[in-house]
């Protein structure tokens, strides 16, 4: 069965600093990635996704994510924050050509402090 | 020009109460979801419609009944709400196995 880690609840960090947000996904078959933003009391909206080709890929709003396959990880990145990114980042896998069902991580607070 | 749009946004009623939320896309996907968001932000899927076909069906309670009419259309109707069922429900839409979009949410509570 598929399972998506995000070790960090929350990653405090000042205005302008880089940032990485850490997903690692177990699944014994290839996997979609996504990362998606939830603004306070807002829906989903996504960032970015791996389907196949590059394992860099690049997204909304500054945000990078790389596909590694060895160590099953996609993490998010963003060279330099804004107060504006302040939200709940969720990391998520799907199977391709299956059912498409969302496995959604715990989810990370970016909070960016002035 | 909302994509995905639910109604009602927020809803608030009594236990033993039965409700529905509507969900709606203008994307023309073939597929369509609910998800439930508990209030430690954790999202998990809880139906999944293909071209008005029920494809996904997790372990959930058989008081919630997905409903689509088209393709364009899945609702939700929860008979004898629980204090448990309080959660934010999201609608969402893809087409075959690409991301999928999400609606604003209905946060459902129950007194």
């Given at each position: 069965a598929q399972s998506v880690t995000q070790l960090d609840s929350q990653v405090p960090v000042f205005e302008e600093a880089p940032v990485e947000l850490r997903c690692n996904y177990s699944s014994s078959v290839s996997v979609y990635l996504f990362w998606y933003v939830q603004y306070p009391n807002q829906g989903l909206q996504l960032l970015l996704k791996y389907?196949?080709?590059?394992?860099l890929v690049k997204g909304i709003n500054g945000f990078e994510a790389e596909f590694n396959k060895s160590q099953t990880s996609f993490h998010l990145r963003k060279p330099s924050v804004h107060i504006s990114d302040t939200a709940e980042y969720f990391c998520a896998v799907s199977e391709p050509g299956a059912t498409n069902k969302l496995i959604f991580g715990t989810g990370t607070l970016l909070a960016v402090q002035p | 020009d909302t994509a995905v749009s639910q109604t009602p946004k927020y809803l608030v009623t009594q236990m033993g109460n039965d409700k529905s939320i509507k969900c709606e896309q203008n994307?023309?996907?073939?597929t369509m979801y609910w998800y439930k968001q508990d209030s430690k932000k954790f999202l998990k899927i809880m139906f999944s419609y293909n071209n008005k076909e029920l494809i996904i069906n997790e372990?959930?309670?058989?008081?919630f009944s997905p409903k689509s009419p088209d393709k364009a259309h899945l609702n939700l109707h929860i008979n004898s709400?629980?204090?448990?069922?309080s959660a934010v429900y999201f609608c969402a839409s893809s087409r075959e196995s690409y991301e999928q979009y999400f609606g604003p949410g209905t946060r459902l509570t129950v007194t």
């Amino acid at each position: 069965a598929q399972s998506v880690t995000q070790l960090d609840s929350q990653v405090p960090v000042f205005e302008e600093a880089p940032v990485e947000l850490r997903c690692n996904y177990s699944s014994s078959v290839s996997v979609y990635l996504f990362w998606y933003v939830q603004y306070p009391n807002q829906g989903l909206q996504l960032l970015l996704k791996y389907l196949s080709g590059s394992t860099l890929v690049k997204g909304i709003n500054g945000f990078e994510a790389e596909f590694n396959k060895s160590q099953t990880s996609f993490h998010l990145r963003k060279p330099s924050v804004h107060i504006s990114d302040t939200a709940e980042y969720f990391c998520a896998v799907s199977e391709p050509g299956a059912t498409n069902k969302l496995i959604f991580g715990t989810g990370t607070l970016l909070a960016v402090q002035p | 020009d909302t994509a995905v749009s639910q109604t009602p946004k927020y809803l608030v009623t009594q236990m033993g109460n039965d409700k529905s939320i509507k969900c709606e896309q203008n994307l023309g996907h073939d597929t369509m979801y609910w998800y439930k968001q508990d209030s430690k932000k954790f999202l998990k899927i809880m139906f999944s419609y293909n071209n008005k076909e029920l494809i996904i069906n997790e372990t959930v309670p058989n008081r919630f009944s997905p409903k689509s009419p088209d393709k364009a259309h899945l609702n939700l109707h929860i008979n004898s709400l629980e204090l448990g069922d309080s959660a934010v429900y999201f609608c969402a839409s893809s087409r075959e196995s690409y991301e999928q979009y999400f609606g604003p949410g209905t946060r459902l509570t129950v007194t």
